[in-house]
């Protein structure tokens, strides 16, 4: 049963861009949690949780985190990056996967995308490869996975670990396999725009056994508290350097029912993503503008359902259009290696005019597990009136 109030389902209300599912079993979970005395984290839901996402990606080890960004944060700490080291990323993605590497000292060096999925160029990544370059950090681009079989290959290649943010891809996959697995390390975001949310929250996917045991000491505060809670160790005590990215049992309350009502969210958010593709793909011929799609070795996550305008003019007219009929899309990364800390973090060895071009046409259209019918054809309707200039 979808819990979500039909806020926004009135005729002429605006419609928004995202709004958070409210599964349902949220606020007994939370009830559980108050009069239990397990508050902080590693209670009962957060091992409820992690099974299910565990169930999901298919994944042998997984730590459940305060966000995505402490989950990359962790993972740059867990590969020892350090001044001296290179890590090769997208320039269109989050600032949160550049973070994770500055705060290493490491230098980010930053490559295209391809201009049809905005995920990382391969051939570029190739090209890009130093003997310091230590880790290629990739991001599976609206739940669309990145060409594993390419990345893999130039990983295994060099020796060089694979950082998966997964924000997006949560029950995607790469020929038949789930995102989330390929990665030295994945990352997921459970923040209350994505498929699946606990508010803020996170995961790190620990998919090299070797790394489980300092990634919950670093998780943990930098003590080896987990061991102890185990039974492994009779006193715990600080071991590393480490921080404090557990989830709050609060926040693994509202995140296993979320998960718990997994296939119904992603069964509404396809929904919706089917509707948009049929009912805008006439009308995106004629005016000259392409759709999201996706390549058939890939299975992705109505995540978000994306249009690329011809050239920056129609993405600004075509926001402006939206916003003028009660409909609220956006645009997405502002390119890394043009960014302020960009600049100062990273580096790049040509013009990254791919990112650029990609960031500057794209047009996200609302999607949410919850919008009604009726928006979902104001949406379309819409979209379906705006005409480019040069069209
Ligand atoms: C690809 C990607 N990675 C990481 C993040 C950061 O996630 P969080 O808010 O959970 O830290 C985002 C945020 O939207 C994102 O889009």
């Keep these: 049963m979808t819990m979500s109030p039909g806020v926004g389902a009135g005729q002429n209300d605006p419609i928004v861009f995202s709004r958070p599912f409210r599964s349902a079993h949220e606020l007994a979970n939370l009830e559980r949690v108050l009069v239990s005395d397990h508050a902080h984290g590693d209670g009962q839901f957060t091992k409820s949780a992690t099974e299910k996402l565990k169930g999901i990606t298919h ?14 944060e962790l993972a740059g700490r867990l590969l020892d990056l350090g001044p001296g080291d290179e890590v090769i990323l997208p320039s269109f993605t989050f600032p949160s996967a550049a973070t994770a590497i500055a705060l290493t000292g490491a230098t980010c060096v930053f490559v295209d995308v391809d201009l049809r999925y905005g995920n990382i160029d391969a051939q570029q990544v190739a090209e890009a490869i130093t003997p310091k370059t230590r880790a290629i950090s990739v991001v599976n681009y609206g739940g669309v996975a990145v060409d594993f079989d390419a990345i893999g290959a130039i990983a295994s290649a060099h020796g060089l670990s ?56 670093i998780r943990e505060k930098g003590t080896n508290r987990s061991l102890f809670l185990r039974g492994q160790v009779d006193k715990y005590t600080w071991v590393d350097i480490g921080s404090s990215f557990l989830m709050s049992e609060y926040s693994a309350a509202v995140l296993d029912s979320q998960l718990a009502s997994f296939d119904e969210i992603q069964a509404l958010r396809f929904g919706i993503w089917d509707a948009y593709a049929a009912g805008l793909a006439e009308w995106a011929a004629d005016a000259g503008i392409r759709l999201m799609d996706v ?5 992705h ?22 916003r003028a009929a009660g409909v609220v899309g956006t645009f997405h990364y502002i390119p890394l290696d043009s960014s302020p800390a960009g600049r100062r973090y990273g580096r790049t060895s040509r013009e990254l005019s791919v990112s650029k071009a990609f960031s500057e046409r ?30």
């Design 295 to 299: 390549p058939s070795d890939r299975e």
């Design 59 to 72: 994944a042998d080890r997984a730590l459940l985190t305060s966000s995505c960004t402490h989950a990359l």
């Design 362 to 391: 794209l047009v996200r259209l609302p999607l949410w597990a919850g919008m009604t019918d009726a928006q979902v054809e104001r949406v379309i309707a819409a979209v379906r009136a705006f005409r480019p200039a040069a069209s």
């Design 301 to 322: 996550t109505a995540h978000l359902f994306f249009l690329q305008t011809a050239n920056h003019a129609d993405q600004v007219a075509l926001l402006a259009h939206l």
């Design 162 to 217: 694979v950082i998966e943010d997964n924000a997006h891809g949560l029950g995607g996959s790469f020929t038949g396999r789930p995102l989330g697995s390929f990665g030295t390390l994945a990352a997921q975001s459970f923040h209350d725009t994505k498929n699946i949310h606990s508010g803020e929250g996170g995961a790190l996917i620990v998919n090299e056994a070797s790394f489980m045991e300092r990634a919950e000491i």
